[in-house]
């Protein structure tokens, strides 16, 4: 039970970060997850060898306790959710939950922001902080999450070998090890060559002070080496302000919507796309589609004899 629970806030955590899970998501989350471990505890099972049955067996017990519909997705949801990261994370060989099929629930759009939004957010990183350093950086983190589409996790764990000789491509480590390329805008490019300039320079410094390099693009001195998602998540948001954006609506993984959004409304493929982000499935890809109503309608409006007035 107490593994469980350190696995569940250790997940919840990453969702905060990662995924802009909203307060009352996260809390919604951690009561399912908190209840699905309590009845695998009374059950004398835990999440090291929770199986596919069990996860079936706790659902139908949702169901006869009276559970709505949009309540047992919801808790199918998080119990999924938190396989997958396990899997991804390397605390469990399998994922018993994969191919559960639940009462469904309707898909919410993702959160995205405008080109111009993200011009001006763009526009703040190279100006809101104090230091020269920091803007340099904060201008090559936010250049090159918005030319890529990363996952915030795989942005700030960027080997510093990856930058290496003005690349017009980045490989780039994914979920399960996956590895793909994506390319590079020359904006960037620049600003990935002028970070490069600071945190080298930053490295020699500390080596003839005895201190021993990083491999990292963005090194910190936390335990992990690097900056962490949640250091970024935060910094995100102090970006916002400046540029007049809520921070509410702001975080990494709106910027990797707002990548994919860009993408296809001036006319990328979904298969492109989809190789791009990394996903596994193309159907994750097709949420994206929304943005092209808009298009369609003024493409009718615009052309269609009948439209004309």
Not at 190 to 215: F, I, T, V
């Amino acid at each position: 039970m107490t593994t469980m629970m350190r696995r569940i806030q250790t997940f919840l955590e990453a969702q905060a970060a990662e995924l802009d899970a909203a307060t009352n998501t996260q809390l919604a989350y951690a009561r399912d997850l908190k209840d699905f471990a309590g009845w695998l505890d009374r059950k004398t099972r835990d999440f090291d060898n929770a199986t596919r049955d069990d996860i079936e067996a706790y659902l139908i017990f949702c169901d006869a306790q009276g559970l709505s519909r949009a309540t047992r997705a919801r808790r199918l949801s998080a119990i999924r959710q938190l396989y997958r990261f396990a899997f991804d994370e390397g605390w469990r060989s399998e994922n018993p939950a994969i191919q559960i099929k639940g009462p469904g629930r309707d898909k919410r759009l993702p959160k995205t922001l405008s080109t111009d939004e993200v011009g001006r957010l763009l526009g703040s990183a190279r100006s809101t902080a104090k230091a020269p350093e920091d803007q340099v950086r904060d201008t090559c983190l936010m250049e090159l999450l918005y030319a890529t589409g990363m996952r915030v996790s795989e942005l700030v764990g960027l080997p510093a070998a990856a930058a290496r000789g003005d690349p017009r491509m980045l490989l780039i480590r994914g979920k399960g090890g996956k590895e793909r390329m994506v390319p590079l805008s020359p904006p960037a490019r620049a600003a990935l060559s002028a970070w490069l300039k600071c945190r080298d320079a930053k490295a020699e410094a500390g080596h003839a002070e005895g201190k021993a390099p990083s491999k990292f693009l963005f090194p910190s001195r936390g335990k992990q080496g690097h900056l962490t998602r949640h250091w970024f998540y935060a910094r995100i948001k102090d970006l916002a302000l400046p540029a007049g954006i809520a921070p509410s609506k702001v975080t990494p993984h709106t910027l990797r919507h707002a990548f994919a959004t860009h993408l296809l409304a001036n006319g990328a493929d979904l298969r492109s796309i989809q190789t791009l982000l990394g996903h596994a499935d193309v159907s994750t890809t097709e949420i994206y589609t929304h943005v092209l109503d808009e298009r369609l309608r003024d493409l009718v409006l615009d052309h269609h004899p009948l439209a004309k007035s």
